[in-house]
């Protein structure tokens, strides 16, 4: 006994769709009828809710752990600004305050300097975020 042959149906599609369809039949090198009825078969079968599920859980774990490296990174650089801080206030003591005015002066022209540096660092890297080790928060 011969298989029961193919129905015909016939629907509107946007424009864009359309072409979307097209472009993606002519990248598989399929017809477009044959990913029409893939995609009609995927979405009408009971497991498309649970196929979906699992592909936001995937996305939604991607951007969990972009937004721990960020946490991370956040981390990273307050504890940076913390030390330098500390550090420069140990080292630093105040100035008179004749000498303050040339120092002003004398800041102004390190902190181009600095700004400089840092843009030239940032271009050619690398981070120091890529620097330090992953296994740091570990200790």
Not at 31 to 56: H, K, M, Y
Not at 110 to 119: C, E, I, K, P, S
Not at 128 to 135: A, K, P, V
């Amino acid at each position: 006994m011969k298989p029961p042959k193919k129905q015909r149906l016939s629907v509107y599609i946007d424009p864009e769709i359309m072409a979307l369809l097209a472009d993606y039949a002519a990248r598989r090198d399929h017809s477009r009828s044959l990913v029409a009825e893939a995609a009609i078969a995927s979405f009408l079968s009971p497991d498309a809710a649970e196929r979906q599920e699992a592909a936001t859980t995937k996305r939604l774990d991607r951007i969990d752990r972009r937004l721990d490296r960020l946490e991370r990174d956040a981390s990273i650089t307050v504890e940076t600004m913390a030390a330098f801080i500390r550090f420069w206030l140990m080292t630093n003591p105040p100035l008179p305050e004749p000498a303050q005015a040339a120092a002003k002066a004398q800041a102004a022209k390190r902190y181009d300097a600095f700004v400089a540096a840092l843009g030239r660092r940032l271009t050619q890297g690398p981070a120091l975020r890529q620097e330090i080790s992953e296994d740091v928060a570990g200790r």
